[in-house]
């Protein structure tokens, strides 16, 4: 696992933004694995910037998003289709039947669950997934116990994550109590993984994944396990590493590494 601290949210927005692209010029059909929250907002804010400065190309793009709130609609202003359409997809060039995200409305979730898996899988997986954390430390909507080996199904909510979404209802009693999400087991097997993290908020849960053990009560740990996983945090959110020092020594050292 690869740390990468940035001192502002806005240069660690660019940084990671910068690694999609590298995917993206190497692999002009690349699959992305996509998250919704308030983290990566600014990466798909930056990534709309190259597209519409530096034509950055997503015409062969497909993308999977990791999850969806149970009971909302399309077109609800909370629901990650929406999330989605309005920060990214509607920006770009993007083609809508490439686009993948999780039906909270299905009539059949379990089929609709393993749909999704053989849909990844039809399409020859995912080339690099994009993460935020919890402040709990989970991944997508995989809640602390979940299995670390889960695959994409229905997930009932931790009160922690209600509490964390609230911000984003009218009240607390609109939050959704259950989402449909990719699992960690589907998670890993993306080839490239990044996590972008910010603030003083996700320094506990960051330093849990970063340097705790692998459990299943901190999900994101699983991303150790990982081969080629990057973590893109501000100084806020490195706050709490106990090798913060040396994470910074090897970004120091990087462009002089030998060549692989």
């Avoid at 202003?77 to 993007?94: A, D, G, R, T, V």
Wanted: proline fraction near 5%.
């Amino acid at each position: 696992m690869e740390v990468i601290i940035s001192e502002t949210y806005e240069e660690m927005s660019r940084l990671a933004a910068r690694e999609v692209a590298r995917m993206l010029n190497s692999k002009p059909n690349a699959v992305l694995g996509l998250a919704t929250g308030s983290t990566p907002l600014g990466l798909y804010k930056e990534l709309v910037r190259m597209h519409k400065e530096e034509g950055l190309d997503f015409s062969q793009v497909t993308t999977f998003n990791l999850d969806e709130y149970v009971g909302l609609t399309k077109d609800h202003p909370q629901s990650y289709h929406y999330f989605m359409h309005e920060n990214l997809f509607k920006h770009i060039n993007i083609p809508v039947q490439n686009v993948y995200i999780p039906s909270g409305t299905t009539d059949n979730y379990r089929a609709f669950c393993a749909w999704y898996e053989q849909r990844i899988r039809e399409v020859g997986g995912i080339d690099l997934q994009i993460l935020g954390i919890g402040s709990d430390g989970h991944i997508a909507f995989n809640e602390p116990s979940s299995s670390l080996g889960s695959r994409t199904r229905i997930k009932t909510l931790a009160r922690q994550t209600i509490e964390d979404n609230a911000r984003f209802f009218e009240k607390i009693e609109d939050v959704p109590v259950f989402a449909i999400t990719m699992g960690v087991g589907t998670i890993l097997e993306a080839r490239q993984i990044i996590l972008v993290a910010n603030g003083e908020k996700k320094a506990d849960a960051v330093a849990r994944a970063v340097e705790g053990p692998v459990t299943s009560m901190i999900t994101a740990s699983a991303l150790q396990l990982h081969p080629d996983c990057t973590v893109f945090l501000d100084r806020p959110a490195a706050g709490k590493l106990q090798m913060i020092d040396y994470y910074q020594w090897v970004q120091a050292k990087q462009p002089g590494a030998p060549k692989t």
